[in-house]
């Protein structure tokens, strides 16, 4: 926000020849401009405060990751994948803090990666405050728990360590770079050379982080195996659900709010005006729109999957709604601020089935992911970014890139096909980048033996193997009102 100034020859003249009029237009303007200075510093704060709440929510996703996380895997490995959640935001916070900030976002740079802000050396700067910094630290960390889901139930501790620490240091800060920072090649807000002369508006993450996550945990999940049991001699999917629909549920509404933070809050800004200042529309009507987009996508994908997974199992199932849930807001992340609330409901709806057929084509090609993670926040991803080059509206890509009258839009709303070009290169570039750097690295740690678990350590579960105990102590009086009225004689079994 530019300060108001105030010239006090100006003034002067207004306050006639008098012999105060001199002294009185500096006093004038000295008041002026302190008052316009706190305007100034009262938007600033306003910006950062809600860029901060914003981080805030983001960040409780991670608590709503671990519920999820815990709820979908047996419980014999809950304190394994409860740790691995932790020490995707520790690890994630350090290395973020020592390179992955300077590739993403360490500008001027090349269109290939950043290269300044290394251990946020100059911060904070005219570009960037600390709130910034927090609010891309917790979206790196989600990418890496989205392929901590991928992994679960089989994987040795380091390799959470080395693959958490390789993913949101080099891998993630990369993509972000290309999408995100006013330098990368992709970027929709470069000054000049856009990518078929619109970048790529992937306003939240639907490729940056879901994608990103979703390939990285593909490769994890592929090199391991399923796990010991998902599959009979036949080939045939053997149901191997989590152990607690509770922390599922709990888990996905935690995810819920916390999207209000990673959606609306990729604005960055809320105290911004479209057009003449003094009217009831501007940049916070466009972030209660993202927020409406982002709701109507998830309630449209939960109930499409509840009825569509009825059809296919005749079965009403949580979990599965849960996951059709997420699925939606997954694929609403890249367009959410740039679509009416009637294409939201559409999104999520294709979204659901998106993900049902995912999860079809996985068992019949004997892949083993214990949250679908792949298939949710890759196959709803990739969807997203699609839809978002389909359905984005000339009005609200004008008003969020200013500057660019011909700016392609969406191609169904009549914007021509470069924006849809343009996502088809995002979507090819993350999938090739993610396959080549996290697919050497989990191959290499499986040669190493790095990577999988032994099956008698998978049988017996990692938390008794790799933890010190399991997550819940059963005693023996408990024991025996569970299970006694059942079985009054369990000798006899």
Not at 206 to 213: F, P
């Amino acid at each position: 926000m530019a300060a108001f100034t105030c010239s006090a020859d100006d003034l002067h003249t207004l306050l006639g020849n008098s012999t105060n009029a001199a002294a009185a237009a500096d006093f004038i303007c000295q008041r002026f401009d302190a008052i316009s200075n706190k305007f100034v510093d009262t938007a600033y704060a306003i910006d950062n405060t809600y860029l901060l709440f914003s981080a805030y929510l983001v960040f409780a996703m991670q608590l709503g990751f671990a519920m999820l996380c815990a709820g979908s895997v047996r419980a014999k490995n809950t304190m394994n994948i409860m740790l691995t959640n932790v020490l995707d935001a520790a690890a994630g916070g350090i290395f973020f803090y020592i390179f992955g900030f300077a590739f993403a976002f360490g500008g001027p740079s090349n269109g290939f990666i950043g290269k300044h802000f290394f251990g946020l050396a100059k911060f904070p700067s005219p570009s960037f405050d600390y709130g910034y910094f927090l609010y891309q630290w917790a979206f790196a960390i989600a990418a890496a728990g989205i392929t901590s889901g991928s992994i679960a139930e089989r994987t040795q501790f380091v390799a959470y360590l080395i693959y958490s620490a390789f993913l949101t240091g080099l891998v993630y800060p990369i993509v972000a770079h290309w999408f995100w920072s006013a330098n990368g090649w992709g970027s929709p807000a470069r000054a000049e050379n856009l990518l078929f002369g619109s970048g790529v508006i992937d306003f939240a993450g639907s490729g940056v982080v879901h994608l990103v996550g979703a390939v990285a945990g593909f490769w994890g999940a592929f090199i391991e195996g399923p796990r010991i049991g998902r599959f009979d001699h036949e080939g045939k999917p053997v149901p191997m659900r989590g152990h607690s629909g509770t922390l599922v549920v709990l888990g996905t509404f935690l995810l819920w709010f916390g999207w209000y933070g990673f959606n609306p809050g990729s604005f960055l800004n809320i105290l911004k005006t479209y057009g003449e200042s003094g009217n009831y529309y501007g940049q916070w009507s466009a972030i209660g729109r993202t927020a409406v987009t982002t709701t109507l996508a998830g309630c449209s994908a939960a109930l499409t999957t509840l009825f569509g997974k009825r059809l296919q199992t005749g079965h009403w199932t949580v979990t599965d709604v849960c996951n059709g849930l997420l699925g939606g807001f997954a694929a609403i992340t890249a367009g959410c601020a740039f679509v009416d609330p009637w294409a939201a409901i559409l999104c999520g709806f294709v979204a659901a089935w998106v993900l049902i057929g995912c999860n079809i084509l996985a068992e019949k090609l004997k892949y083993d992911d214990p949250l679908e993670a792949a298939q949710l926040h890759g196959g709803c991803g990739i969807w997203g970014i699609i839809f978002t080059a389909l359905f984005a509206k000339k009005q609200y890509v004008n008003e969020i890139y200013p500057g660019l009258p011909d700016r392609p839009y969406g191609l169904i709303m009549g914007g021509g096909g470069k924006l849809l070009a343009a996502h088809v290169m995002q979507i090819l570039s993350i999938i090739a980048w993610v396959s080549v750097t996290m697919g050497i690295l989990f191959f290499v740690l499986h040669k190493l033996n790095l990577l999988r678990t032994t099956s008698e350590e998978e049988l017996a579960g990692l938390d008794l193997t790799s933890h010190g105990g399991l997550a819940y102590e059963y005693h023996e009086e408990v024991q025996k009102h569970a299970f006694g009225a059942a079985n009054p004689n369990p000798t006899a079994v």
